[in-house]
């Protein structure tokens, strides 16, 4: 079954920091690729997603992310990180088109010092 | 609000016990997915319906789980006899089948369950 990593658990940076949060996963065919973020107190929303075409995708409020196939991964990245950003970042993958059922890795929690 | 409601928000009960939960939908999706959280783990999948059929169920939904969607609008999950590993944050989404090669589900803010 497909699986996605997340290996940084718990992240903290100072304003204006660069920033970048690794996800791998574990599939060999066909993936379409999202970052999720979960800002304290709220909902689960897409923060960006890679379906096919330019590796490198843009998401909200500055957030970037490249699709790197050879190494399986679909790393988040920001150049300069506001104290607003801290939440909780979950990637996640589907493979199985048709139901697109989400499998999320276990999540990255960033915390922003001001 | 028109996004995805659930409730209740936070339910505290005794293992053994029955609890339900209710997801609202955005009215315009034909999609609904139950999600479960646990502390340090990211959703985990547990079922969805199109529209009031229910296609996928995963093995983590055992025999003391159910879930309806009885018109195709709200759904429920009801959990039978509590016991404390159900403890969880359970995520209620929605989405267009039109929209969902996007992948974009629209989550609600969840119902915690604490089973003591």
């Known amino acids: ?114 | 609000d028109t996004g995805v409601s659930q409730d209740p928000r936070h339910k505290i009960t005794k293992r053994g016990q029955n609890v339900t939960f209710r997801c609202d939908p955005i009215s315009e999706h034909n999609r609904l997915y139950w999600y479960r959280q646990t502390l340090g783990q990211g959703p985990e999948f547990l079922t969805y319906f199109q529209n009031e059929a229910q296609l996928e169920k995963s093995r983590l939904l055992s025999d003391r789980f159910s879930a309806e969607r009885p018109k195709g609008s709200f759904s429920t999950l009801e959990i039978q006899r509590t016991e404390q590993g159900d403890s969880a944050m359970y995520l209620c989404a929605s989405s267009s089948a039109g929209q969902l090669n996007t992948g974009e589900l629209f989550f609600g803010e969840g119902s915690r369950l604490t089973v003591l």
């Open chain 1, 1 to 114: 079954a497909q699986s996605v990593s997340q290996h940084n658990h718990h992240v903290i940076l100072s304003e204006a920091a660069s920033l970048e949060l690794g996800c791998n996963y574990s599939y060999g065919g066909t993936v379409n690729l999202f970052w999720y973020v979960q800002y304290p107190g709220q909902h689960l929303q897409l923060l960006l997603k890679y379906f096919s075409g330019d590796p490198l995708v843009k998401g909200i409020k500055g957030f970037e992310a490249e699709f790197i196939k050879s190494k399986f991964s679909f790393n988040l990245r920001k150049p300069s990180v506001q104290w607003s950003d801290t939440a909780e970042y979950f990637c996640a993958v589907i493979t199985s088109f048709g139901n697109e059922k989400l499998t999320f890795g276990t999540g990255t929690r960033l915390t922003i010092i001001p």
